[in-house]
């Protein structure tokens, strides 16, 4: 894992290059010795994880969390200070876990093995499986995770977006949506696409009308039959469609 190493004192950085070659799949890939050297490392070297000091010259540990956190992929972020007084402050920024110097091998052992779901690689894999998607509501853009989408449906040469508490209209059209986000969406009819991971089931009604059931809303999908047909294979949902 790529690691950057940022503090002021070179002794510091020294001893932490150090612990870490106790550590092979954890690599120092470059220093830093305050905030502004370690934005632009960051954005040079793009490293998973940051061993980041909280009081430097210039911008402090802090701040410079809160701009690594706005990054689309952040790195993992693990403080290491000689300052427990920080505390409660660190952790309103989210990092892996918070270190106080002088750094304890075994303690910083264990702050690796609890990177987990903050690695990079596994921010890349959730923004591929859950990607943020864009809507503007008046002057404001606004976005939310994909896993919040219920379902997209275009109406009067706009496509309306309906997510968990709201609605929106967002700039794609069905086929740009579709390409875009295609692994994660299903066609119901012409003018509809459906978030997968909330299908629920299929039924019919009296008039062999088909619908799509979904979690987290009591609106009902018309599915055309072309489309019912793919569903039903696909979901294996012959019951359903045939009683």
Not at 95 to 123: C, F, I, N, Q
Not at 136 to 144: E, H, P, T
Not at 178 to 200: D, F, P, V
Request: hydrophobic share 40%.
């Amino acid at each position: 894992m790529r690691t950057l190493i940022v503090d002021d004192e070179p002794l510091a950085r020294s001893r932490l290059k150090r612990l870490l070659l106790a550590h092979p799949d954890y690599v120092c890939v470059g220093e830093a010795s305050n905030g502004e050297e370690a934005i632009a490392q960051v954005e040079a070297l793009k490293p998973d994880l940051v061993l980041l000091d909280i009081e430097m010259p210039g911008s402090d540990g802090l701040s410079v969390a809160e701009q690594l956190n706005a990054r689309q992929i952040p790195p993992a972020i693990i403080f290491v200070t000689a300052h427990p007084e920080h505390a409660l402050d660190a952790y309103r920024v989210s990092p892996a876990d918070y270190l106080l110097k002088p750094v304890d091998p075994e303690r910083l052992t264990t702050a690796l093995s609890r990177l987990g779901m903050h690695t990079r690689a596994h921010l890349e894999r959730n923004e591929e499986l859950n990607p943020w998607i864009s809507y503007q509501i008046g002057n404001s853009l606004r976005r939310i995770r994909f896993e919040k989408v219920q379902y997209f449906m275009a109406e009067d040469k706009i496509v309306k977006m309906v997510f968990d508490g709201g609605e929106a209209i967002v700039e794609q059209s069905l086929k740009q949506l579709e390409q875009r986000y295609g692994q994660l969406t299903l066609r119901a009819h012409r003018n509809c696409i459906i978030n997968k991971s909330r299908m629920i089931g299929i039924q019919k009604d009296i008039h062999s009308c088909y619908f799509a059931e979904l979690s987290g809303t009591a609106d009902k999908i018309e599915v055309s039959r072309r489309f019912a047909s793919q569903l039903k294979h696909i979901y294996h949902l012959s019951d359903v469609l045939d009683r």
